[in-house]
């Protein structure tokens, strides 16, 4: 395996990793609010009901970095196999870069849309 294949394999498994860890967050943001969900409805000892949407903040954000990073390291790769001609266009890699991408990621649809959904279907669940 030369050094180039190498790159290639360490970075699409970083890929496939930050991808996972998104949908991850998702999956344990759902079965979060479920849980909070039933103890909301069989104890109702909540007092404020916007408290039960508390969790889709960090889940929110935390998604939004997994998301921005994969789609960092999509760039990365695709930067690779630029010609020498596009290699010139595309800047390099910079921790501004990175908070770029996640911020894009934070108000792309597979984030808002998800958990703003989320919010309105819980916001109508518990009123």
């Not at 954000?61 to 921005?68: I, K, Q, S, T």
């Amino acid at each position: 395996m030369d050094k180039l294949e190498y790159k290639l394999n360490v970075i699409q498994s970083i890929i496939t990793r930050m991808a996972n860890n998104s949908s991850n967050c998702k999956l344990w943001c759902i079965t979060l609010l479920t849980g909070i969900l039933v103890f909301y409805f069989q104890e109702n000892s909540i007092n404020n009901k916007l408290i039960v949407l508390l969790p889709l903040i960090p889940f929110m954000l935390l998604d939004a970095y997994y998301l921005g990073l994969e789609k960092y390291y999509i760039a990365l790769h695709d930067k690779i196999f630029a010609t020498d001609d596009e290699k010139k266009i595309i800047p390099h890699e910079t921790f501004l870069k990175k908070i770029l991408a996640m911020l894009k990621a934070f108000f792309s649809f597979s984030v808002c849309g998800f958990y703003l959904l989320i919010a309105v279907i819980i916001f109508f669940i518990i009123n």
